[in-house]
């Protein structure tokens, strides 16, 4: 958990989330605990409006739980919110097992997880950084 509370953000995080947060609703949402999460945020100069960690939501990626608390907090329904996530288990399978739409960030080409062909699980959207998001989304 170290590791978390010392996490560097990619370079483009802050001028994507920033972007993004101009023209729509965002939150974060994480398995770490609030004593890594938060000072790793601040250290990255990241505001979200809804911060919702696997403490706060008492459970963890892939649970729907947490998921539904997200939707619950930013107020929308689940399949109004597009998650954005880098993790074949708990990102993907979990967002869309909740009933979310799903951006996969596949920095490798791959993220040690393959897609199964027609997996009713696969992501909506895969982007190469969180730049992709931008054209996802139309702002660009």
Known sequence: MELIGGGQAFPETRRVVETISRHLPTALMSNADDDFLLPCLRRNALVFPVVISSESARAYKPHAAIFRELATQVGLPLENILY????GLADVIGAKNAGMQCAWVNRN???GWKRPAEHEFDPDYEVGSLDGLLDVLGLR
């Open 84 to 87: 954005v996530g880098d993790s």
């Open 109 to 111: 080409d791959s993220g």
